[in-house]
């Protein structure tokens, strides 16, 4: 009884204190690694079921375009990642800072190789997926991942949806 007196008192003080701790400090800039897996896994499942639905897929053929959109995006990652990171350095330079100023013309050719191989993935992804479709089904394939690249873009540069999303 004494015991379960003491932990009750324990975790009386105990809770507040946890509940006012702060998260752990990052860097200024640093992405949340969590938060950016769990909106990559929200963003492939939106993918899947639009192309599961536009495709007719049934649910073996969609586990398959899953695992396939999965490969595809581990390659793709480190790509962004690299755009990401030399576009942060651009916009610093953009800004002035003399540090970035340097490093200018070396950031500018890492957007354009990790864009170009980024394109490459997306041919390669598209013939993946396309190779077992018939015609009809392909060019539907061509027209959600075209359309889908571009809503990207349209999201990167704050742009609204065709409706004013």
Same mark, same amino acid.
């Not at 970035?100 to 957007?111: C, E, F, N, Y």
């Given at each position: 009884?004494?015991?379960?007196?003491?932990?009750?008192?324990?975790?009386?003080?105990?809770?507040?204190?946890? @509940? !006012? *701790? +702060?998260?752990? &400090?990052?860097?200024?800039?640093?992405? #949340?690694?969590?938060?950016?897996?769990? %909106?990559?896994? =929200?963003?492939?499942?939106?993918?899947?079921?639009?192309?599961?639905?536009?495709?007719?897929?049934?649910?073996?053929?969609?586990?398959?375009?899953?695992?396939?959109?999965?490969?595809?995006?581990?390659?793709?990652?480190?790509?962004?990642?690299?755009?990401?990171?030399?576009?942060?350095?651009?916009?610093?330079?953009?800004?002035?800072?003399?540090? @970035? !100023? *340097? +490093?200018?013309? &070396?950031?500018?050719?890492?957007?354009? #190789?990790?864009?170009?191989?980024?394109? %490459?993935?997306? =041919?390669?992804?598209?013939?993946?997926?396309?190779?077992?479709?018939?015609?009809?089904?392909?060019?539907?394939?061509?027209?959600?991942?075209?359309?889908?690249?571009?809503?990207?873009?349209?999201?990167?540069?704050?742009?609204?949806?065709?409706?004013?999303?």
């Amino acid at each position: 009884m004494k015991t379960m007196k003491r932990m009750t008192w324990a975790l009386v003080f105990a809770l507040p204190m946890v @509940a !006012l *701790a +702060q998260p752990p &400090a990052r860097e200024p800039g640093a992405r #949340d690694p969590d938060r950016m897996a769990r %909106a990559e896994q =929200r963003q492939r499942l939106r993918q899947v079921l639009e192309l599961a639905d536009t495709l007719e897929l049934d649910s073996a053929q969609a586990l398959k375009l899953d695992e396939t959109l999965r490969r595809f995006e581990d390659r793709r990652r480190p790509l962004r990642e690299q755009v990401r990171d030399s576009a942060r350095v651009l916009q610093q330079a953009s800004r002035g800072d003399s540090a @970035a !100023l *340097a +490093q200018v013309d &070396a950031a500018a050719q890492k957007v354009f #190789d990790a864009r170009a191989q980024i394109a %490459a993935l997306d =041919r390669e992804l598209y013939q993946a997926l396309a190779k077992e479709l018939p015609p009809q089904k392909r060019a539907r394939l061509a027209v959600v991942m075209a359309r889908s690249e571009g809503m990207k873009r349209m999201k990167d540069r704050g742009d609204k949806g065709p409706r004013g999303d």
